[in-house]
């Protein structure tokens, strides 16, 4: 058995996203500091014996004397190749780290063709609010994780305690998340409310 098909448990899947969603975003590696923060671990050493787990199987490496030495390596196995481990994640509520351990439901392996961007996470989509995109009630729709968007784009947002998959219409100091379904109004963030993007529409699993 090559070390890419090793089993992941599941702390080290929400650890394994955490740092390809940060290299995406940032181009650098998190320290074992922000690893422990955004896992809800309480200190380096518990934080360092993942990463080295990691190591081991194969999925990362580990630069030493680097305070940001982490580098993925890049998967060559068949199967890897074509399909990729993905987080899904529960309710998301504000304050509350998105990989935490508590808001990962389970780690599912999805083909790498399904997705337009390179999707960070899993989320389970409740109602049909985006019926007419193609967004149904129990689709599993992936996330590319980012706090920017444009404009018409598709994004995965939350206000306050709710997360919701909408498209974003942003003109000025106008913004507005739109459903694309009769019946359902707009959602106008207000002032005194959290509101965040989390991350643009990647793609969708129906069916799991």
Same mark, same amino acid.
Do not use: C
């Given at each position: 058995?090559?070390?890419?098909?090793?089993?992941?448990?599941?702390?080290?899947?929400?650890?394994?996203?955490?740092?390809?969603?940060?290299?995406?975003? !940032?181009? =650098?590696? +998190?320290?074992?500091?922000? *690893?422990?923060?955004?896992?809800?671990?309480?200190?380096? $050493?518990? /934080?360092?014996?993942?990463?080295?787990?990691?190591?081991?199987?194969?999925?990362?490496?580990?630069?030493?004397?680097?305070?940001?030495?982490?580098?993925?390596?890049?998967?060559?196995?068949?199967?890897?190749?074509? !399909?990729? =481990?993905? +987080?899904?994640?529960?309710? *998301?509520?504000?304050?509350?780290?998105?990989?935490?351990? $508590?808001? /990962?439901?389970?780690?599912?392996?999805?083909?790498?063709?399904?997705?337009?961007?390179?999707?960070?996470?899993?989320?389970?989509?409740?109602?049909?609010?985006?019926?007419?995109?193609?967004?149904?009630?129990?689709?599993?729709?992936?996330?590319?994780?980012?706090?920017?968007?444009?404009?018409?784009?598709?994004?995965?947002?939350?206000?306050?305690?709710?997360?919701?998959?909408?498209?974003?219409?942003?003109?000025?100091?106008?913004?507005?998340?739109?459903?694309?379904?009769?019946?359902?109004?707009?959602?106008?963030?207000?002032?005194?409310?959290?509101?965040?993007?989390?991350?643009?529409?990647?793609?969708?699993?129906?069916?799991?």
């Amino acid at each position: 058995m090559s070390p890419m098909t090793l089993h992941l448990t599941s702390r080290q899947s929400n650890i394994l996203a955490f740092i390809r969603a940060r290299l995406q975003q !940032t181009g =650098e590696a +998190p320290t074992l500091d922000e *690893i422990g923060n955004a896992m809800g671990l309480p200190n380096v $050493s518990a /934080v360092l014996k993942h990463v080295r787990s990691l190591e081991a199987k194969g999925r990362l490496a580990i630069e030493p004397n680097r305070a940001r030495g982490i580098r993925l390596i890049q998967e060559s196995d068949p199967l890897a190749a074509d !399909t990729m =481990e993905l +987080p899904l994640i529960g309710r *998301i509520a504000a304050g509350e780290p998105i990989f935490s351990e $508590s808001r /990962v439901e389970r780690s599912m392996y999805v083909s790498r063709d399904l997705f337009r961007l390179r999707p960070d996470y899993l989320v389970r989509v409740i109602g049909d609010s985006m019926r007419d995109e193609g967004i149904l009630d129990g689709d599993l729709v992936a996330v590319h994780a980012t706090p920017v968007a444009r404009h018409g784009q598709v994004v995965a947002a939350r206000v306050d305690d709710r997360f919701t998959i909408k498209r974003l219409y942003w003109k000025g100091d106008l913004i507005r998340l739109l459903p694309n379904s009769q019946g359902y109004e707009p959602i106008d963030p207000d002032p005194t409310e959290d509101f965040a993007i989390e991350g643009l529409f990647a793609g969708l699993v129906r069916g799991a």
